[in-house]
Nanobody, 126 residues
Framework: QVQLVESGGGAVQAGGSLKLSCAAS????????MGWFRQAPGKEREFVVA????????YYADSVKGRFTCSRDNAKNTVYLQMNSLKPEDTAVYYC???????????????????WGKGTLVTVSS
């Protein structure tokens, strides 16, 4: 069992930056691929990024590629999402996700996710 708690959301102006954190509890964190999804008002939840167990391979949605960076620290059971050059269309609730094994299931549509966090709100104003 893995529990996920996100933090770091907030309000920022367009062009600004935020760094989200996701703290995981449970002994199997290093066995999990981790990722982030987001859900904008009135829209479906969408994939943002997935990172493999040791953080050396990450897959990004085209909409965030080059602006967002996902990393993880297995010693701290934490995964991060550094968001730069934020745009108003990045406004959403951001959810941390975990899946046992590889990132493959998380990258499918619909995604296969074993654990979800409760989300943290990011608001980008123009």
């Amino acid at each position: 069992q893995v529990q996920l708690v996100e933090s770091g959301g907030g309000a920022v102006q367009a062009g600004g930056s935020l760094k989200l954190s996701c703290a995981a509890s449970g002994r199997t964190f290093s066995n999990c691929a981790m990722g982030w999804f987001r859900q904008a008002p009135g829209k479906e939840r969408e994939f943002v990024v997935a990172v493999n167990w040791n953080g050396d391979t990450a897959y990004y949605a085209d909409s965030v590629k080059g602006r967002f960076t996902c990393s993880r620290d297995n010693a701290k059971n934490t995964v991060y999402l550094q968001m730069n050059s934020l745009k108003p269309e990045d406004t959403a609730v951001y959810y941390c996700a975990a899946v046992q094994g590889t990132t493959w299931r998380m990258r499918q549509d619909p995604p296969g996710v074993d654990y979800w966090g409760k989300g943290t709100l990011v608001t980008v104003s123009s």
